[in-house]
T-cell receptor, first 112, second 113 residues
Framework: GDSVTQMEGPVTLSEEAFLTINCTYT??????LFWYVQYPGEGLQLLLK?????DKGSNKGFEATYRKETTSFHLEKGSVQVSDSAVYFC???????????FGAGTRLFVKA | SQTIHQWPATLVQPVGSPLSLECTVE??????LYWYRQAAGRGLQLLFY??????ISSEVPQNLSASRPQDRQFILSSKKLLLSDSGFYLC????????????FGEGSRLTVL
Protein backbone atom coordinates (compact mmCIF):
# COMPACT_ATOMS: atom_id res chain seq x y z
CA GLY A 1 0.00 0.00 0.00
CA ASP A 2 0.87 3.66 -0.08
CA SER A 3 3.40 4.92 2.45
CA VAL A 4 5.44 7.96 3.42
CA THR A 5 8.90 7.95 5.00
CA GLN A 6 10.41 11.09 6.48
CA MET A 7 13.61 11.72 8.34
CA GLU A 8 13.57 11.12 12.05
CA GLY A 9 13.96 13.99 14.41
CA PRO A 10 14.33 15.93 16.40
CA VAL A 11 16.13 18.45 14.26
CA THR A 12 17.76 21.29 16.19
CA LEU A 13 18.93 24.40 14.34
CA SER A 14 20.04 27.88 15.20
CA GLU A 15 17.99 30.82 14.00
CA GLU A 16 18.69 31.74 10.35
CA ALA A 17 20.07 28.28 9.53
CA PHE A 18 19.02 26.36 6.40
CA LEU A 19 16.43 23.64 6.88
CA THR A 20 15.91 20.42 4.94
CA ILE A 21 13.50 17.69 6.02
CA ASN A 22 13.60 14.68 3.72
CA CYS A 23 10.46 12.88 2.61
CA THR A 24 10.05 9.96 0.22
CA TYR A 25 6.92 8.12 -0.74
CA THR A 26 5.61 4.90 -2.23
CA UNK A 27 2.37 5.05 -4.16
CA UNK A 28 0.67 3.75 -7.26
CA UNK A 29 -0.46 6.25 -9.83
CA UNK A 30 0.03 9.97 -9.34
CA UNK A 31 -0.60 11.06 -5.76
CA UNK A 32 -0.86 14.59 -4.46
CA LEU A 33 1.79 15.48 -1.88
CA PHE A 34 1.49 17.70 1.18
CA TRP A 35 3.41 19.15 4.08
CA TYR A 36 1.44 19.84 7.25
CA VAL A 37 2.67 21.62 10.37
CA GLN A 38 1.58 21.07 13.97
CA TYR A 39 2.33 23.70 16.59
CA PRO A 40 2.37 22.58 20.24
CA GLY A 41 -1.03 21.51 21.55
CA GLU A 42 -2.81 22.14 18.26
CA GLY A 43 -4.19 20.23 15.33
CA LEU A 44 -2.43 20.10 11.98
CA GLN A 45 -2.63 22.76 9.30
CA LEU A 46 -1.60 22.65 5.69
CA LEU A 47 1.77 24.25 4.97
CA LEU A 48 2.06 23.57 1.23
CA LYS A 49 1.09 21.08 -1.44
CA UNK A 50 1.91 19.87 -4.96
CA UNK A 51 -0.44 17.93 -7.18
CA UNK A 52 1.74 16.80 -10.09
CA UNK A 53 5.33 16.03 -10.97
CA UNK A 54 7.75 18.98 -10.98
CA ASP A 55 5.26 21.22 -9.17
CA LYS A 56 6.77 23.37 -6.45
CA GLY A 57 4.66 24.18 -3.40
CA SER A 58 5.61 27.19 -1.33
CA ASN A 59 4.33 29.09 1.70
CA LYS A 60 5.83 31.22 4.49
CA GLY A 61 9.34 30.79 3.04
CA PHE A 62 9.04 26.99 2.91
CA GLU A 63 9.33 25.13 -0.40
CA ALA A 64 9.06 21.56 -1.64
CA THR A 65 9.29 20.15 -5.17
CA TYR A 66 7.41 17.04 -6.33
CA ARG A 67 10.11 14.77 -7.78
CA LYS A 68 8.56 11.72 -9.39
CA GLU A 69 11.88 10.26 -10.56
CA THR A 70 13.14 10.05 -6.99
CA THR A 71 9.68 9.76 -5.35
CA SER A 72 10.59 12.61 -3.03
CA PHE A 73 9.08 15.81 -1.65
CA HIS A 74 11.76 17.36 0.57
CA LEU A 75 10.88 20.42 2.64
CA GLU A 76 13.32 23.36 2.63
CA LYS A 77 13.59 26.82 4.14
CA GLY A 78 16.49 29.15 3.64
CA SER A 79 16.43 30.85 7.05
CA VAL A 80 14.46 29.39 9.95
CA GLN A 81 13.02 31.39 12.83
CA VAL A 82 12.25 30.41 16.42
CA SER A 83 8.57 30.57 15.50
CA ASP A 84 9.11 27.70 13.03
CA SER A 85 9.59 25.28 15.92
CA ALA A 86 6.91 22.65 15.38
CA VAL A 87 6.32 19.12 14.10
CA TYR A 88 6.27 18.76 10.30
CA PHE A 89 4.39 15.95 8.56
CA CYS A 90 4.80 14.82 4.99
CA UNK A 91 1.65 13.26 3.52
CA UNK A 92 0.19 11.90 0.33
CA UNK A 93 -3.28 11.44 -1.03
CA UNK A 94 -3.62 8.77 -3.66
CA UNK A 95 -5.41 8.73 -6.95
CA UNK A 96 -8.73 7.77 -5.34
CA UNK A 97 -8.51 10.73 -3.00
CA UNK A 98 -10.30 9.22 -0.01
CA UNK A 99 -7.37 8.71 2.31
CA UNK A 100 -4.39 10.81 3.29
CA UNK A 101 -1.36 8.88 4.53
CA PHE A 102 1.08 10.65 6.85
CA GLY A 103 4.72 10.17 7.67
CA ALA A 104 5.86 9.83 11.28
CA GLY A 105 6.54 13.54 11.63
CA THR A 106 9.78 15.45 12.26
CA ARG A 107 10.08 17.71 15.27
CA LEU A 108 12.02 20.90 14.63
CA PHE A 109 13.57 23.01 17.39
CA VAL A 110 14.98 26.42 16.46
CA LYS A 111 17.25 28.12 19.00
CA ALA A 112 17.61 31.88 19.25
CA SER B 1 -16.34 30.00 6.12
CA GLN B 2 -15.90 26.42 7.24
CA THR B 3 -15.07 25.48 10.81
CA ILE B 4 -14.55 22.24 12.65
CA HIS B 5 -15.24 21.73 16.33
CA GLN B 6 -14.00 18.82 18.36
CA TRP B 7 -14.68 18.03 22.02
CA PRO B 8 -13.83 17.43 24.74
CA ALA B 9 -10.34 18.88 24.47
CA THR B 10 -8.98 16.83 27.35
CA LEU B 11 -10.23 13.63 28.90
CA VAL B 12 -8.91 11.39 31.67
CA GLN B 13 -10.71 8.06 31.90
CA PRO B 14 -10.20 4.82 33.85
CA VAL B 15 -9.54 1.55 32.07
CA GLY B 16 -12.79 -0.18 31.17
CA SER B 17 -14.87 3.01 30.98
CA PRO B 18 -16.70 4.13 27.83
CA LEU B 19 -15.60 6.89 25.46
CA SER B 20 -17.36 9.37 23.22
CA LEU B 21 -15.51 12.04 21.24
CA GLU B 22 -17.55 14.28 19.02
CA CYS B 23 -16.69 16.31 15.95
CA THR B 24 -18.89 18.76 14.05
CA VAL B 25 -18.18 20.60 10.82
CA GLU B 26 -19.90 23.84 9.85
CA UNK B 27 -20.10 25.71 6.59
CA UNK B 28 -19.90 22.83 4.15
CA UNK B 29 -22.06 19.92 3.00
CA UNK B 30 -21.33 16.24 2.44
CA UNK B 31 -17.70 16.36 3.51
CA UNK B 32 -15.42 13.37 3.87
CA LEU B 33 -14.74 12.93 7.60
CA TYR B 34 -11.78 11.33 9.34
CA TRP B 35 -10.53 10.25 12.76
CA TYR B 36 -6.78 10.05 13.27
CA ARG B 37 -4.82 9.09 16.39
CA GLN B 38 -1.42 10.47 17.27
CA ALA B 39 0.36 8.43 19.93
CA ALA B 40 3.18 10.07 21.89
CA GLY B 41 6.23 10.50 19.68
CA ARG B 42 4.58 8.83 16.71
CA GLY B 43 2.90 9.90 13.51
CA LEU B 44 -0.75 10.01 12.59
CA GLN B 45 -2.64 6.77 12.26
CA LEU B 46 -5.86 6.83 10.26
CA LEU B 47 -8.57 5.12 12.31
CA PHE B 48 -11.82 5.70 10.42
CA TYR B 49 -13.15 7.66 7.49
CA UNK B 50 -16.62 8.35 6.17
CA UNK B 51 -17.85 9.51 2.78
CA UNK B 52 -21.51 9.87 3.82
CA UNK B 53 -24.11 9.43 6.56
CA UNK B 54 -23.92 5.94 8.03
CA UNK B 55 -20.91 5.00 5.85
CA ILE B 56 -17.87 4.14 7.94
CA SER B 57 -14.60 2.57 6.81
CA SER B 58 -12.27 1.19 9.45
CA GLU B 59 -8.55 1.19 8.82
CA VAL B 60 -7.28 -0.56 11.93
CA PRO B 61 -9.04 -3.32 13.88
CA GLN B 62 -9.18 -2.19 17.46
CA ASN B 63 -11.22 -1.28 20.47
CA LEU B 64 -12.83 1.76 18.87
CA SER B 65 -15.81 2.43 16.63
CA ALA B 66 -17.10 5.44 14.71
CA SER B 67 -20.50 6.67 13.65
CA ARG B 68 -21.85 9.42 11.42
CA PRO B 69 -25.45 10.07 12.47
CA GLN B 70 -25.69 13.36 10.57
CA ASP B 71 -23.95 14.79 7.52
CA ARG B 72 -21.54 16.95 9.47
CA GLN B 73 -21.22 15.00 12.72
CA PHE B 74 -18.64 12.30 13.37
CA ILE B 75 -18.38 10.41 16.66
CA LEU B 76 -15.61 8.18 17.96
CA SER B 77 -16.62 5.69 20.64
CA SER B 78 -15.46 2.84 22.78
CA LYS B 79 -17.39 0.59 25.14
CA LYS B 80 -14.36 -0.25 27.28
CA LEU B 81 -11.15 1.74 27.13
CA LEU B 82 -7.72 0.15 27.24
CA LEU B 83 -4.47 1.74 28.39
CA SER B 84 -3.26 1.59 24.79
CA ASP B 85 -6.12 3.89 23.72
CA SER B 86 -4.32 6.87 25.25
CA GLY B 87 -3.30 9.45 22.69
CA PHE B 88 -4.19 12.60 20.83
CA TYR B 89 -7.26 12.16 18.64
CA LEU B 90 -7.78 14.41 15.66
CA CYS B 91 -10.90 14.85 13.60
CA UNK B 92 -10.56 16.18 10.07
CA UNK B 93 -12.64 16.90 6.99
CA UNK B 94 -12.12 17.56 3.33
CA UNK B 95 -14.22 18.20 0.28
CA UNK B 96 -15.41 15.21 -1.68
CA UNK B 97 -14.13 14.53 -5.14
CA UNK B 98 -10.36 14.57 -5.02
CA UNK B 99 -7.11 14.53 -3.07
CA UNK B 100 -7.54 17.94 -1.51
CA UNK B 101 -6.47 19.54 1.72
CA UNK B 102 -7.48 18.11 5.10
CA UNK B 103 -8.81 20.54 7.69
CA PHE B 104 -8.17 19.46 11.26
CA GLY B 105 -9.86 20.13 14.56
CA GLU B 106 -7.91 21.17 17.63
CA GLY B 107 -7.65 17.62 18.91
CA SER B 108 -8.75 15.69 22.00
CA ARG B 109 -6.13 14.41 24.40
CA LEU B 110 -7.22 11.14 26.02
CA THR B 111 -5.39 9.65 28.98
CA VAL B 112 -6.48 6.23 30.13
CA LEU B 113 -5.36 5.34 33.66
Amino acid sequence: GDSVTQMEGPVTLSEEAFLTINCTYTATGYPSLFWYVQYPGEGLQLLLKATKADDKGSNKGFEATYRKETTSFHLEKGSVQVSDSAVYFCALSGTGGFKTIFGAGTRLFVKA
Amino acid sequence: SQTIHQWPATLVQPVGSPLSLECTVEGTSNPNLYWYRQAAGRGLQLLFYSVGIGQISSEVPQNLSASRPQDRQFILSSKKLLLSDSGFYLCAWKLQGGPGELFFGEGSRLTVL
